[in-house]
């Protein structure tokens, strides 16, 4: 009788373990973020009206503020992970071929992990040839947002008739002999002027406000737990940028030339309180050909749009310099940036962590690294060294370098 109790009490233990065991498994699950059952402000984000994406799902980031609460996230005074209200009037854009399409997948697949995965904003696909089903198929399945295909039109993506075919030719096979970088190539050209041109008037464009910028390739290694475009917005900026550097001058040998005349016939567009100490170092007599590196860009379409940036890009395409030469839309964009605006109107982003071969943007500042899990190597940061134009950013806007600058430097 002894052995039948025993065995009787060795089952009922195993009972009771293997109950624990099983309520245990249970308990814990239900602290996944994104299960349902965790309080999340404003979980389903709204769709917008006509919107065909998937039902909204429960915002799965921003796991250590949800639960532990040992990883304080969310920067201070930065609109939150997700809101409850309306998103932005805001969209991501990159131009594309199909043949980009693994590289456009890997930025995309960043860009979701670390920031567009909490607001679903919608990528718009650019390209002056029709997208393919794979390139559609692929894209759609990354983006958490809507995804829109757009061709571009053949005005868009041309010589305008005004271009002497000869004189371009000429220029192109010029730099080819001198090995300037993208010297020989029409579809450079033509990509550079619509990015500097056109790309926001694209049908698909027209309802958007805000856009985000994205190339091939790109790196992000910090999450960015608040909404970019809010920010801007909010902050009343206008255009952005984590990567700032000297242009080539062979590319651009003119571009302050017609820029100078632009200026002369519409001082009506000239900002006060411009940013010309950015871009000049004698008081606009002569460009120091710093830029803004645009592969990266978050800013404001109907800036683009406006009278003066118009004016502005007119001149210079009337002038031909982005056939009879090389002009990049970074330049451009950065002169009409540093002159069309206030220069408040411009944000850097510290804490947006970027690569696009060649240079690396890995925040100042081990405190912001550490808080927003970023994963670079704080010695690639390329904003204090000596063919970086950050630091004279910096200078003409009376900011404070951030800690930790000085051991940067090269
Ligand atoms: N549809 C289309 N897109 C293009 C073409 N050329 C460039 N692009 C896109 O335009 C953007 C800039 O082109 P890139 O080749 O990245 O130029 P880059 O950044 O100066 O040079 P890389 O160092 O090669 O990245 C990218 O988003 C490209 O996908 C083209 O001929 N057709
Ligand atoms: C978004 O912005 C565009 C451009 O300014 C505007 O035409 C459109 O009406 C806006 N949409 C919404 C929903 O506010
Ligand atoms: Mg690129």
């Known amino acids: 009788m002894a052995s039948g109790t025993a065995r009787y009490l060795r089952y009922i233990l195993f009972a009771f ?4 065991v099983i309520y245990f498994i249970s308990s814990s699950s239900t602290q996944i973020p994104g299960s349902g059952t965790t309080k999340w402000p404003g979980t389903p984000m709204p769709q917008k009206p006509g919107s065909s994406a998937a039902p909204a799902a429960p915002a799965t980031a921003g796991e250590s503020t949800v639960t532990s609460g040992t990883t304080p996230n969310i920067p201070e005074g930065l609109p939150p992970a997700a809101h409850d209200g309306p998103r932005m009037n805001a969209t991501f854009v990159s131009l ?3 043949s980009d399409i693994w590289e456009i997948a890997r930025s ?3 860009i979701e992990d670390r920031f567009n995965k909490k607001f679903k904003y919608d990528w718009v696909f650019l390209n002056d040839k029709p997208f393919d089903s794979t390139f559609k198929k692929v894209t759609t399945s990354l983006v958490s947002g809507t995804t829109h295909y757009g061709e571009i039109s053949k ?29 020989d190539s029409v579809s450079y050209r033509h990509m550079c002027r619509f990015e500097s041109g056109f790309f926001f008037q694209h049908p698909l464009m027209k309802q958007f406000e805000w856009y985000w910028r994205v190339e091939p390739s790109i790196e992000l290694f910090c999450d960015i737990n608040y909404d970019t475009f809010k920010y801007m917005a909010d ?3 206008k255009y952005s940028f984590v990567l700032s550097l000297y242009e080539y001058v062979e590319t651009i040998p003119t571009l302050w030339d017609s820029t100078k005349k632009f200026m002369k016939a519409h001082p009506e567009h000239i900002a006060e309180g411009n940013s010309m100490g950015f871009l000049s170092d004698d008081g606009g007599e002569s460009y120091n050909h710093c830029h803004m590196w645009s592969n990266f860009e978050i800013g404001n379409l109907d800036w683009l749009r406006g009278q003066a940036y118009t004016d502005y890009f007119n001149t210079l395409d009337q002038d031909g ?3 009879y030469e090389r002009w990049g839309d970074a330049p451009v964009h950065s002169i009409a940036a540093g002159l069309l605006l206030k220069k408040e109107e411009i944000h850097f982003f510290n804490d947006i962590a970027y690569y696009h071969v060649p240079f690396t943007h890995c925040p100042t500042g081990e405190k912001t690294r550490l808080d927003l899990k970023c994963h670079c190597n704080p010695k690639d940061n390329f904003d204090w060294k000596g063919y970086s134009c950050t630091s004279r950013f910096f200078e003409i806007n009376g900011l404070d370098k951030p800690e930790g600058y000085e051991n940067q430097q090269d």
């Open 108 to 110: 995309i697949r960043q």
């Open 155 to 183: 005005e868009h993506w041309s010589f305008p008739e005004w271009i002497d075919q000869d004189k371009a030719r000429k220029v192109r096979e010029d730099m080819a002999q001198r090995k300037i970088i993208y010297g």
């Open 321 to 323: 310099g982005f056939f």
């Open 96 to 98: 594309a071929r199909n």
């Open 17 to 20: 373990f293997g109950l624990a």
């Open 235 to 237: 902050n009343k900026k």
